[in-house]
């Protein structure tokens, strides 16, 4: 096929590569060692290259030709990389394990830097072009967190927002909103802006044992919206994780007959809307989108009913079977929430103050706090991605992986959440990744661009490729076929050619 001449950049991907070292083995999928790979698009060509991401825990690991470092779902004993990773940790003294600096999941942009990242407190500087892996940054220097979130949020002028967990600072588990500016003053060039990170808000979790879990956050205009769910982290049983043997991914515990919580803070005032809006218990990874509109939070997320995603993926279950055996207990679902942040104080109880035309609800109960039920848009999408530039507005289109019953996805999806129309590509034999949708230079119209996905293929002797689906017809219009294994990855960035500061080849 042809690709469209403006279509100039990097897509960079992240996901975990190398499962196996020396006579040992990573229990799950998601624990695997951080393998990058990169698509560079310059007149009309496609360069690919991938690299394993040189952290200390890929050093360490390969040094001593077994696995030393703990995943999130692999303990490893014993560990001679000690002076790194602390072998266990007290409650009673407020210290916690360090974590690996296997940045698996995404890639994140700070200033004009680049950044691999996953849920620890850690991420690894990277050179997007040769994917070479360069400083390591402890976010816990700049803010007390222990757990982050890999999907953060660009502000307007490029500043990011992003939350992470604080375990244990003086016996008050918290959620901590921050800050990290796109640029620092013009004297101080040499200090990070890391040096600069400010906390928006912190949150208090409701239980001080047992935080929720999350992969994702949503932001409108004027808020930060985070969803306490009822999937916990147990700290009692994670501090003693290391001594009974067991993984980390073994103290999160779903509650199905527990509330889940939304919090809404306010960007200027960096306080948290003071009523308290509730759904049923629900498990969910991705935000989608949020907007306002007439004193309304809208939010879409795709949610489960149960935590059966995570368990699929344990390297046990990945058999020649896999499509056949493993069957998700339920379909992820896309849910879209209607909250109304000004409503009528004194409405009858029972009535629903959703005032926009919906069919989500929002019913005050008898404690004043509010009920809200989702309008389904969908069922059946994963690894949702917009057009960015509509980020936090009104917007109509979701680029997504579709699953049915299989965690694996089979076809790109693009959805259009006003008409509830699908679009699809598939191919017989073909296991799609996440999309990233790259908007044509100004274009007016948000489906205006290109979709990008990497395409694994069932039988290991067909080459994977890179597919480009022309964003508005979802038809295809080129393929480049890579001839070296690639593996199913998770989340990447599209960078285009005039965000890098120098050109080298």
Not at 37 to 66: M, P, Q, W
Not at 459 to 485: I, S, W
Request: hydrophobic letters at 35%; charged letters at 25%.
């Amino acid at each position: 096929g042809q690709l469209p001449t403006w279509l100039q950049g990097i897509l960079l991907r992240n996901g975990p590569g190398m499962h196996t070292i020396g006579d040992t083995k990573y229990n799950h999928w998601f624990d695997g060692l951080a393998l990058m790979h990169s698509f560079t698009f310059k007149n009309g060509e496609v360069y690919y290259r991938s690299k394993y991401l040189r952290s200390d825990t890929y050093n360490c690991n390969i040094e001593a030709n077994r696995i030393v470092v703990s995943e999130f779902g692999t303990m490893a004993y014993p560990d001679p990389c000690k002076n790194i990773f602390a072998k266990a940790f007290s409650y009673l003294s407020h210290t916690i394990p360090e974590f690996t600096d296997n940045c698996l999941i995404n890639i994140m942009k700070v200033g004009d830097d680049y950044y691999a990242t996953s849920e620890t407190n850690f991420i690894r500087k990277i050179n997007p072009q040769t994917l070479e892996t360069l400083e390591k940054v402890d976010y816990n220097k700049y803010v007390a967190v222990n757990v982050t979130t890999s999907h953060p949020h660009y502000d307007s002028d490029g500043s990011i927002l992003n939350m992470g967990t604080s375990i244990v600072d003086k016996g008050k588990t918290k959620y901590v909103l921050f800050k990290i500016p796109s640029s620092v003053p013009e004297q101080e060039k040499k200090r990070s802006c890391f040096k600069h990170l400010e906390v928006v808000c912190s949150i208090p979790s409701r239980s001080l044992l047992h935080p929720s879990y999350y992969h994702s956050f949503g932001i409108t205009e004027n808020y930060m919206i985070f969803v306490e769910q009822p999937f916990r982290l147990d700290i009692l049983k994670m501090a003693t994780a290391y001594i009974r043997g067991v993984s980390w991914a073994s103290c999160l515990a779903f509650n199905k007959d527990d509330k889940t919580w939304f919090h809404f803070v306010d960007k200027k005032t960096r306080k948290e809307v003071s009523t308290k809006f509730y759904t049923d218990a629900m498990v969910f990874f991705h935000h989608i989108n949020a907007y306002e509109e007439d004193g309304h939070l809208i939010f879409d997320i795709i949610a489960y009913k149960d935590n059966s995603l995570y368990d699929m993926f344990y390297l046990k279950s990945l058999n020649k079977n896999f499509e056949e055996n493993n069957k998700l207990t339920c379909i992820p679902t896309c849910k879209r929430f209607v909250v109304p942040l000004q409503y009528d104080k004194d409405a009858e109880l029972g009535s629903n103050l959703v005032k926009l035309p919906s069919t989500a609800t929002a019913v005050k109960d008898r404690d004043g706090n509010i009920y809200c039920q989702p309008e389904i848009l969908c069922e059946g999408m994963e690894l949702p991605r917009i057009n960015y530039d509509y980020n936090g507005k009104k917007y109509k289109y979701v680029f997504a992986t579709e699953v049915q019953w299989s965690p694996v996805p089979t076809k790109i999806a693009k959805f259009n959440t006003q008409t509830k129309e699908m679009f699809h590509w598939e191919e017989d034999h073909c296991w799609p990744s996440e999309p990233v949708f790259v908007p044509r230079p100004d274009a007016t119209e948000e489906d205006d661009g290109v979709v990008l996905t990497c395409v694994v293929k069932t039988d290991p002797k067909e080459p994977p490729f890179l597919l480009v689906l022309d964003a508005k017809t979802f038809t295809e219009l080129g393929r480049a076929t890579v001839n070296v294994e690639m593996h199913l990855d998770l989340h990447g960035m599209f960078i285009p050619q005039q965000d890098f500061k120098t050109e080298t080849e």
